[in-house]
């Protein structure tokens, strides 16, 4: 695939933040929100995070387009790289690109929620991958950033995947199994987790007591994830796999909140799977659409009403 335009419009984007800052900006008043001052190195690591986001949208897409060539999804590779890349050509997106890498967030997120939906689904269903890093604590702050528009994009990214290829692509794979391998993009975050990356670099944009409601949105995401495309109720053994791993967080994280008993555990984790199953019983002939936004919420309003 050719990423030039694509990596031509991140080299723009760094030059506008080399010279206007909108991004530092916005980084240095999160900072003094929180009574803290950001010095010259920390605020250079946190764009350098940011930056290696960005960057591993057109290296993701190339591996993914590299590792399928000649093989017999080429074809169906293609038709979900063009989704995953069709936002960077609005010419109205929801973050304008003059704002310089705080305006290629948007457009960074879209392809990246739709390649690492896919590759999740390939991960559960052939054990092939597209992305191998959890980007899930960096897509916190960038959900943070985005505001409201997080929701929209996650909107936008359903639609994509409902119009992508991803059920012929993953049968294809399984269906050709150990006669290739898709191959994975090396990131920029290699020698550190992107865990340990955003603790290290972007702690001041999180409040201190958001751990609990990050780890149930990322635990929460992957069981809506492993529901996608269903159209019957999930299973026992789907369901009981979801409460599972809300309850290992929950559980991980009970002494520094004001829900410990098993009673209230038992009831954030039902409530948490029960939203999901009935968003898929309501899904009727189209298939359940794992929406990210609607598993924030969910997990906002059981932490709201559980405090």
Not at 71 to 81: D, G, H, L, N, S
Not at 92 to 117: C, H, K, S, W
Not at 257 to 277: C, H, N, Q, R, W
Request: charged residues 25%.
């Amino acid at each position: 695939m050719d990423t030039s335009s694509i990596n031509q419009m991140i080299e723009t984007a760094l030059a506008i933040e080399a010279k206007e800052g909108h991004l530092a900006n916005y980084l240095q008043d999160r900072a003094a929100e929180r009574g803290l001052a950001l010095g010259h190195k920390q605020r250079r690591e946190a764009i350098e995070l940011f930056e290696g986001y960005v960057r591993s949208v057109p290296d993701h897409l190339s591996a993914a387009s590299a590792s399928s060539q000649g093989t017999p999804v080429e074809a169906t590779m293609a038709q979900v790289i063009r989704s995953a890349v069709a936002y960077w050509d609005e010419p109205d997106d929801l973050i304008p690109n003059e704002l310089g890498l705080l305006g290629l967030l948007d457009d960074a997120y879209f392809t990246m929620r739709v390649l690492q939906l896919v590759s999740e689904r390939l991960q559960a269903e052939s054990g092939q991958a597209l992305i191998k890093d959890n980007l899930a604590p960096l897509e916190v702050v960038i959900r943070e950033i985005l505001g409201d528009l997080a929701d929209v994009l996650d909107e936008l990214v359903e639609l994509a995947m409902a119009n992508t290829a991803v059920d012929e692509l993953i049968a294809k794979v399984m269906q050709y199994s150990g006669s290739f391998i898709l191959k994975s993009a090396q990131t920029s975050f290699a020698g550190m987790s992107i865990d340990a990356l955003v603790e290290n670099r972007l702690s001041f944009t999180t409040a201190p007591d958001d751990s609990l409601r990050d780890e149930l949105i990322a635990a929460l995401d992957s069981v809506s994830t492993s529901f996608a495309n269903q159209t019957t109720a999930p299973t026992p053994q789907q369901i009981s796999a979801g409460t599972t791993a809300l309850e290992q967080v929950l559980r991980r994280e009970r002494d520094d909140y004001p829900f410990a008993s098993e009673s209230d555990i038992e009831a954030i984790k039902t409530m948490l799977v029960g939203a999901l199953v009935v968003r898929v019983l309501n899904s009727g002939d189209q298939g359940y659409a794992p929406n990210r936004g609607f598993v924030e919420r969910c997990v906002d309003l059981v932490l709201d009403g559980a405090e």
